[in-house]
């Protein structure tokens, strides 16, 4: 007898394996989603109504683990509200508008080089498409909301109110052209968001260099070297010298002007943060000019009124004359990075552009939306790429002049675009922002009046 006859086992119709294709229909047929949703909104007796506001998810791509994630917990709380009694409504939509959907569209469709309006065309029919596909799939999932009545973005009434919100706030003033630095994607040729950047290991070219002293007898060297003293630079973006305004210091910090002796028998004159001075010595120490002595201390605020030639030309300069740049105070140096003294280029970076604001200096950037040198550059520079050969001429013109004192490779966390997993820059750029300074009296106001869970999450 076989053993199957012999053992008192369970019996069941449940197949070993379901097949999805046929078992959720039937599934969703017997649960009635769509039917709960449209019984609860319909009853009579119940205790009142909880609204779900769901952040849209973007019309571009098909549904993944993500979506389930944010989908399924929400269903959590709005199906329990549901048995507590309460009347439910979620209706749920769809971001139609963005670079994430253009990039898409643009990738897939490779549109490369199209007009403006035949990518924002195939980005609607994009996005239609993929609102289909997302849709079927939440409503698979159990998802409770109302199917019949989702919104978009890109519907014409959404963006006529969009339209009216836009008006509202450039009547109190939030609307504003501006000229600031941000980060921008050189590959996706647009700027990007603090939460839109990945951090990663990067490899970059750094340098140190010399910026020659225009006024060096305020700075304690000896008269019979005052013609040779240099203030000696560390920077990891030899691309930004081109639009180098100024040099910073810190005034609370101690300053040296030291002898290098070469191994030739030739000897100049630089001048380094005090605390600085042993690590530059390990640096030269690698080329055998390692030979360092201290000639004079200053306090930074002697660096007062000091000025230096701007290693390159760029942007119109033509001739050390109108090269001549200012020592300029600046609390964010550091003593323990670099040399203590800081290449300043107001138009890409954000504590550089604060002291262009705050001294005047000239803010215009040399590089377009591409990252390539603007031709208003000229010479050999125009139109290369700044993270590439552009990086590579400005580091040829240092060592040909003279003023390249060391090259390494620098590794370090750099931030990338998260669409692209390209390297970004810091680009000065003229555009249109949104201030919320007067619109935070009005949020504060309003958050007074929500309960948050956790507390602390209102701030």
Known sequence: MAVSQKLCLPKTKFPLRINPSVHEPAIQKAADFEGLYRWQRERCNAKGTFTLHDGPPYANGEPHIGHALNKVLKDIVVRYKVLRGYRIHHRPGWDCHGLPIELKACKDLRLRGAS???????????????????????KRWGVLADWENPYFTMAPEFEANQIQVFRDMFKKGCIYRGFKPVYWSPSSSTALAEAELEYRTHTSRAIYLRFPLATPTTVGASSDHRHQVSALVWTTTPWTLLSNRAV???????????????????????LVGAERVDVLRGILSASGDDDLEVVSVVPGSSLAGVEYI????????????ERRRPFLPGGHVAAAEGTGLVHTSPAHGFEDYSVGVAHGLDLECLVDGEGKFAAKVGGAYAGLSVLEAGTEAVISELRRSGLLVSESAHSHRYPYDWRTKKPIIIRATDQWFASVAALKAGAKAA????????????N
């Open 116 to 138: 403006t309006l035949e990518i924002r065309r195939t980005a609607a029919r994009y996005a239609w498409e993929t609102i289909e596909l997302q849709k079927d799939a939440f």
């Open 248 to 270: 910073c210091y810190n005034p609370s910090h101690q300053y040296c002007v030291v002898r290098w002796r070469h191994s030739d028998g030739t000897e100049e004159m630089l």
């Open 310 to 321: 701007s290693p390159l030309e760029g942007g119109g300069d033509a001739g050390a004359k």
């Open 447 to 458: 958050l007074a009046g929500v309960e948050m869970y956790p507390r602390t999450s209102v």
